[in-house]
Each structure stands twice: as structure tokens, then as C-alpha cells.
């Protein structure tokens, strides 16, 4: 089996419907495209993306969507060293179809009640239903180890909650643990790191908003 010495997880750059919440309503979620700073951002990304893999080929999976399709864009990754597919089990977390702003906002200030991990979204999903296809993309990932000359790095182009649920997955970590979890920013990075016990640790964690608050001894 030929384990990656590194996975990274990206966040998209800035997108249209993180400057202007108001754009869900005319705009399909997938359809989002980066802003100017979204742009910048995910340069900036690139720029220190090539200096970590340097001429090493780089396996990449792509969300469908098309703000982390123009991130990936942006990176400037050499073609020649990237193996690229499109992983629609890495998309954003379903909120419904046509937005009605007021409606999400009072949605969210419910999710925030009611935990994260369990609220559904009407018409969408909750994070327990993200969870459950980041699961399953994750056996696929570790089918592809099995090829003896996978590449020694992954690249996960995604989106905030899917990253802390990948790495939720991964690490096992409680639920207790991801409600008490902050999204990364804006084409930040989180990077799995092969050590010599080959066992994974993660380059730096997520910021926490509170401590977590666990139900039983699992926690």
C-alpha cells in the first residue's frame, strides 16, 4: 500500500455568497462563483501549495462546485504532475435549493440551538448527512492507497464544515469535538502529515469557539 506523506484539505477562496448572502436568492449554491479576493486568496494558496510539493505528483479532488473548481484553477498547479477528478461527495453541505435569506438566517440561529452535527436544513441536509458520504468517499480514498504508485500527495479542494467533518471522520473525533469547532477560513489549509510511526497527526488545529461539551466518557 502506497499511503500519501501528506493530505491537504483546502477551503475555497472568498465566494460570491460569502460577501453577499442576499446572491443565494438569485444564484444557485454550485453555481457561486470566487470574488476578487476569492482570487487572491486562492493565489496566495497556490503560491505556497507548489513550494510544499515542489515536483512531486499530487492526486486532486475536486467539490463540483464551481468556486472550488476556480480555486483549484488558481493554485497553478503543474498539469503534468496532477491527477484531477471531481468528487461530488466533497460538496457543501445542502441547505435547500432557492434561499430565502431571512429564512436561513433564522435556520441558522435554530442550528446554532440545536447542535451542528444533527440539524437538518429544510429541504437539505444536516451534518450527520455530510458525515455519512465523507465516510464513504473516504473508504474509496483508502481503496486508491492500494495502487503501488498512488501518488505521494492528495489535495481535497472543499469547503469549510466538509473539511471538519473529513478530519472528524479520520481522527474519530466526538461529536462534542466538531460542535466546538470553528470553520477554517477562506482557502486556508489543513494538512494530514505521514510520520514515521505511520500514523497521520494533523500540521495545526481547527480554532475552537467553546469547550466541548461531551455526554458521556467517549468525549
Not at 464551481?66 to 484553477?73: I, P, V
Not at 466526538?174 to 497527526?201: C, Q
Request: with cysteine; net charge neutral; charged share 30%.
Amino acid at each position: 500500500m502506497a499511503r500519501p506523506r501528506r493530505i491537504v484539505l483546502v477551503r475555497h477562496g472568498e465566494s460570491e455568497g460569502n460577501a453577499d448572502d442576499t446572491v443565494y436568492e438569485r444564484e444557485p449554491d454550485h453555481a457561486l462563483r470566487l470574488t476578487a479576493t476569492g482570487r487572491r486568496q486562492a493565489g496566495e494558496t497556490g503560491e505556497r501549495l507548489r513550494e510544499t510539493f515542489g515536483r512531486e505528483r499530487v492526486s486532486v479532488y475536486v467539490s463540483p462546485y464551481r468556486r472550488t473548481h476556480e480555486t483549484f484553477r488558481a493554485f497553478g498547479l503543474d498539469p503534468e504532475l496532477v491527477r484531477i477528478r471531481e468528487e461530488p461527495r466533497l460538496r457543501e453541505q445542502d441547505w435547500g435549493n432557492w434561499q430565502d435569506r431571512d429564512d436561513v438566517r433564522l435556520q441558522k440561529a435554530y442550528r446554532d440551538a440545536y447542535g451542528h452535527f444533527f440539524y437538518r436544513f429544510a429541504q437539505g441536509e444536516s451534518g450527520a448527512d455530510v458525515y455519512d458520504r465523507v465516510g464513504s468517499f473516504l473508504e474509496s480514498l483508502h481503496r486508491s492507497f492500494e495502487a503501488p504508485d498512488h501518488p505521494p500527495n492528495v489535495l481535497l479542494v472543499t469547503h469549510g464544515l466538509t473539511m471538519r467533518l473529513f478530519c472528524m471522520r479520520w481522527f474519530h473525533w466526538t461529536v462534542a469535538d466538531f460542535e466546538s469547532l470553528s470553520n477554517p477560513g477562506n482557502a486556508e489549509t489543513r494538512t494530514l502529515l505521514l510520520g514515521p510511526d505511520g500514523r497521520y497527526t494533523l500540521d495545526r488545529q481547527f480554532e475552537r469557539w467553546r469547550v466541548p461539551e461531551p455526554y458521556g466518557i467517549t468525549g
